[in-house]
């Protein structure tokens, strides 16, 4: 079995911060996936990558960078923290089939 | 683009009783993965089913759901509710392609009380 890792669990920033989430997986899986979680809203994709080096936007991208320098690692970097934002982070890996293995999740709060 | 509904935000239940929690989807292309994950408190989501048969009925712990393309629904069934099943479930879809793209729908929250 495999994990995936992301850090950190809780994230406090500041309005106009630039915050940088990590994820780290060890399954060996090719693709890696950042998904924003809001009551209501479901699940919604920022970026995912297919194979080290490749960034693909999602739906959400504005407003977010994502870098993929290692296979095994996805980070996402809030480039603006919005004042009063709150919401979970999930990093999920997969490798066939389409089927996610997700992180436990990064809590974002913006003072 | 592809999208996921799930038309109930909460639904609310009393233990035994039967759960039905829908999902509908849009996509163009014909060889559609569907899911149900499950995402408990304090847990990461993981897999509940998924499915890219029509009209085959998929089963995993006691939940069960049916691809219909021909009306593109995917609902969650279960014939009775236990105080365990209290979580948020989300259907997602994969257009199966060989994309790689996950979209999920708004998810339901299921409370079973006693």
């Known amino acids: 079995g495999g994990i995936i890792t992301q850090t950190p669990k809780f994230l406090i920033g500041q309005e106009g911060q630039k915050l940088t989430l990590k994820c780290q997986q060890n399954f060996n899986h090719d693709t890696m996936y950042w998904y924003r979680q809001d009551s209501g809203k479901g699940l919604r994709l920022i970026y995912y990558?297919?194979?080290?080096?490749?960034?693909q936007k999602g739906d959400l991208s504005e407003g977010y960078d994502a870098s993929r320098e290692k296979k095994s690692s996805f980070s996402l970097t809030v480039t603006s923290a919005q004042k009063n934002e709150m919401a979970v982070f999930l990093c999920?890996?997969?490798?066939?089939?389409?089927?996610?293995?997700f992180g436990a999740g990064t809590r974002l709060s913006v003072l | 683009g592809d999208s996921v509904t799930q038309t109930e935000g909460l639904v609310t239940l009393t233990e035994g009783l039967p759960v039905m929690l829908n999902c509908t989807y849009q996509t163009i292309y014909s060889n559609a993965f569907l899911f149900w994950y499950v995402h408990y408190l304090n847990e990461s989501p993981w897999l509940l089913l998924r499915s890219s048969t029509d009209n085959k009925r998929t089963e995993h712990q006691g939940f069960h759901a049916t691809l219909h393309k021909s009306s593109s629904s995917f609902h969650l069934q279960k014939s009775s509710a236990q105080l365990s099943d209290s979580a948020l479930y989300y259907c997602?879809?994969?257009?199966?392609?060989?994309?790689?793209?996950?979209?999920f729908g708004s998810g339901t929250r299921l409370l079973v009380s006693p």
């Open positions: 999920a890996s997969s490798m066939s089939q389409n089927t996610l293995y």
């Open positions: 997602a879809l994969s257009d199966g392609t060989g994309g790689y793209k996950v979209v």
């Open positions: 990558s297919i194979t080290e080096n490749d960034l």
